[in-house]
């Protein structure tokens, strides 16, 4: 099977995640990475561009910038145009709060690119609670933006919550307004997340209500989000389905760090950095915990259940953050699992010690209301 093939990682990620700044001018509760300001020591634009070498060198299919918001860094246009010229794909995402009219038309212009604009609701008064005063309003209109400027189907990237989960019919519209394309994303407990998780977070019946969703409209995009839902049906989901953490994707942050997933950016998950001997590859190929997670697994406790095949046990990084054993059940277990395992955790006897909540930030985040500025045109 792929999958199994998959598992055992391959020479180089299909793709990575790279949170290029810290900066952000918004505070969304359940951001992974806690953004908000800028690390001063992160990559300089050289360290950045030799990156960039390194992923074109090791055929790199594309790379997925985020943060923060990394437009706001001054040489993000000049690293988005080295990597194309090394054939590195781009998809970024961002907030849309720096998307002027003259932005999207250079964007346009752009071969190799794709742009994901996050909102997590269908109206100001379900986004605005998690994204900030004024973030609707800022993200929609960089989407008729980029829609005027003739950018082809971007995305439109929504984190499923409790309180957006019943909009979804209304998101896939909104974002078919614009030409866009859905994409939902999971919520983890990761970053600020992992305050806001235990109130963000689904139902069980709106999980169930997601996994019919997504089945009628297999033209919304999700990777690899929500592998754990495959037991509520008799085929997997669309994407990737099992945990590609240190086998096919990883993240490496701000200040070079590398992490095993997206989502576990904390010290127990970090394999390495691009500023040690050998960079980037050398981490990818060589790093102790990379081959630990690539190594053959007998699925731990969930190995018995009838549905491993389709959940594969579920998210490391949501299993990490809750205090869960990696080797158990999914805290989101479509057939109840992780709940008791959850309940053991609230009543203060985790089943192991509990992580801290993700890297330490030079400073609290600022959030900025868009309602009150005037944008740039």
């Not at 030799?50 to 790379?63: K, N, P």
């Not at 479509?334 to 992580?355: D, F, K, N």
Request: glycine letters at 12%; charged letters at 20%.
């Amino acid at each position: 099977m792929l999958a199994d093939d998959l598992a055992l990682g391959l020479g180089a990620p299909i793709c990575l995640t790279w949170e290029l700044t810290y900066s952000c001018n918004l505070a969304c509760t359940h951001c992974l990475s806690s953004s908000g300001r800028r690390d001063p020591a992160e990559l300089s634009t050289s360290e950045a561009a030799a990156f960039v070498d390194e992923l074109a060198a090791m055929q790199v299919f594309y790379v997925n910038i985020g943060g923060g918001e990394p437009t706001l860094r001054p040489d993000f246009v000049e690293i988005v145009e080295h990597a194309m010229a090394g054939g590195v794909g781009v998809k970024f995402s961002t907030n849309g709060t720096t998307i002027t009219r003259q932005r999207a038309r250079r964007y346009a212009e752009m071969e190799y690119l794709d742009i994901q604009v996050s909102l997590d609701g269908a109206s100001p008064a379900t986004n605005d609670p998690v994204r900030g005063a004024g973030s609707y309003l800022a993200a929609t209109r960089a989407m008729a933006r980029l829609a005027e400027a003739g950018f082809g189907p971007f995305k439109v990237s929504v984190v499923v919550t409790r309180h957006n989960a019943g909009e979804l019919e209304e998101l896939l519209a909104l974002a078919g307004r614009f030409g866009a394309e859905l994409r939902l994303a999971r919520l983890r407990p990761s970053g600020r997340g992992a305050a806001s998780w235990s109130e963000l977070r689904p139902t069980p019946p709106q999980l169930v209500e997601v996994h019919r969703f997504l089945r009628c409209h297999p033209e919304v995009l999700t990777g690899d989000s929500f592998f754990h839902l495959g037991p509520l049906g008799d085929e997997p989901l669309a994407g990737l389905n099992l945990c590609g953490a240190g086998r096919v994707v990883c993240l490496v942050d701000p200040v070079g760090d590398v992490y095993a997933c997206p989502f576990v950016m904390h010290p127990e998950f970090r394999a390495g950095s691009l500023r040690d001997e050998g960079g980037f590859a050398r981490v990818w190929r060589t790093s102790a915990l990379f081959s630990e997670l690539r190594a053959p697994s007998d699925g731990g406790a969930c190995n018995a259940c009838g549905s491993f095949g389709s959940c594969r046990g579920g998210c490391m990084a949501a299993k990490f953050f809750t205090g869960l054993p990696l080797d158990g059940p999914d805290p989101e277990c479509v057939l109840g699992r992780g709940e008791p395992l959850l309940a053991l955790v609230a009543a203060g006897g985790s089943p192991r010690p509990a992580p801290g909540t993700g890297h330490a930030m030079p400073g609290r985040p600022v959030p900025v209301a868009f309602g009150t500025r005037r944008m740039p045109r």
